[in-house]
């Protein structure tokens, strides 16, 4: 659906990644996706077209798109040139049956069932799973649940533990995906990004009002960014 490429884009400029450009196939995909957001830069051309520009470093596949070889496609491409790349939704989805697809990605942001169907079920040691399923693909993975697992492909790991019931209603994770994207963009390494933005995505969160929405979060994590420099 749009607003799921929507919500990842506000979730991205909001934090701070300066220009964010969605992709649309069409121009009618386009001009639905830039409705109440006079901002959002969009583009229809070929994807194949955007890679060689270097300005384009951080990408997010996943929001929106459907498990069907365009996204495979899209995922080969994007890791062969060397990009930063966030998959989530429809790119964990496309790669359910080969995971390897996968390995060269900065960051996965699976919840329980997306890691069971790329990996097989998490079985009584959650983390120990995760850390197994970022060392196998060299990737840091996002486990998103009300612990949150941060695994870095050497080992390292963090727990999350500060996301509120709340952040059960759609579209919060495709906030939690652009938020990632924004903070690879300013510099932080996969593994500070995934964190930082899990522990964004939990405070704003546990600030917003009651019927929190997705649409709710991208102000209310750049607020709790604000208090970090304070």
Do not use: C
């Given at each position: 659906?749009?607003?799921?490429?929507?919500?990842?884009?506000?979730?991205?400029?909001?934090?701070?990644?300066?220009?964010?450009?969605?992709?649309?196939?069409?121009?009618?995909?386009?001009?639905?996706?830039?409705?109440?957001?006079?901002?959002?830069?969009?583009?229809d051309?070929?994807?194949?077209?955007?890679?060689?520009?270097?300005?384009?470093?951080?990408?997010?596949?996943?929001?929106?798109?459907?498990?069907?070889?365009?996204?495979?496609?899209?995922?080969?491409?994007?890791?062969?040139?060397?990009?930063?790349?966030?998959?989530?939704?429809?790119?964990?989805?496309?790669?359910?049956?080969?995971?390897?697809?996968?390995?060269?990605?900065?960051?996965?942001?699976?919840?329980?069932?997306?890691?069971?169907?790329?990996?097989?079920?998490?079985?009584?040691?959650?983390?120990?799973?995760?850390?197994?399923?970022?060392?196998?693909?060299?990737?840091?993975?996002?486990?998103?649940?009300?612990?949150?697992?941060?695994?870095?492909p050497?080992?390292?790991?963090?727990?999350n533990d500060?996301?509120?019931?709340?952040?059960?209603?759609?579209?919060?994770?495709d906030?939690?995906?652009?938020?990632?994207?924004?903070?690879?963009?300013?510099?932080?390494?996969?593994?500070?990004?995934?964190?930082?933005?899990?522990?964004?995505?939990?405070?704003?969160?546990?600030?917003?009002?009651?019927?929190?929405?997705?649409?709710?979060?991208?102000?209310?994590?750049?607020?709790?960014?604000?208090?970090?420099?304070?």
């Open positions: 659906m749009p607003g799921a490429a929507r919500w990842a884009a506000a979730a991205a400029r909001r934090p701070g990644a300066r220009l964010v450009t969605l992709h649309a196939e069409t121009l009618d995909l386009a001009a639905t996706l830039r409705v109440d957001a006079p901002g959002q830069l969009l583009s051309v070929r994807l194949e077209a955007l890679l060689p520009d270097a300005r384009r470093k951080v990408w997010l596949v996943g929001p929106r798109l459907l498990p069907h070889e365009a996204t495979r496609a899209a995922i080969r491409m994007l890791i062969e040139a060397g990009k930063l790349l966030v998959t989530d939704a429809g790119a964990l989805m496309a790669a359910s049956d080969v995971p390897e697809l996968l390995r060269g990605a900065a960051v996965i942001t699976p919840h329980e069932g997306e890691f069971a169907r790329l990996f097989g079920a998490l079985g009584a040691d959650r983390l120990a799973a995760t850390r197994t399923a970022a060392a196998r693909l060299g990737v840091v993975e996002v486990l998103k649940g009300p612990d949150s697992i941060i695994a870095g050497d080992g390292r790991v963090i727990i500060n996301a509120p019931p709340s952040l059960v209603t759609g579209g919060t994770g906030i939690l995906a652009g938020a990632i994207a924004a903070l690879l963009a300013q510099g932080m390494t996969p593994y500070e990004a995934g964190a930082a933005g899990v522990w964004l995505h939990g405070a704003g969160a546990t600030a917003g009002p009651p019927g929190l929405i997705a649409e709710d979060l991208p102000a209310l994590m750049a607020a709790a960014r604000r208090t970090l420099s304070k």
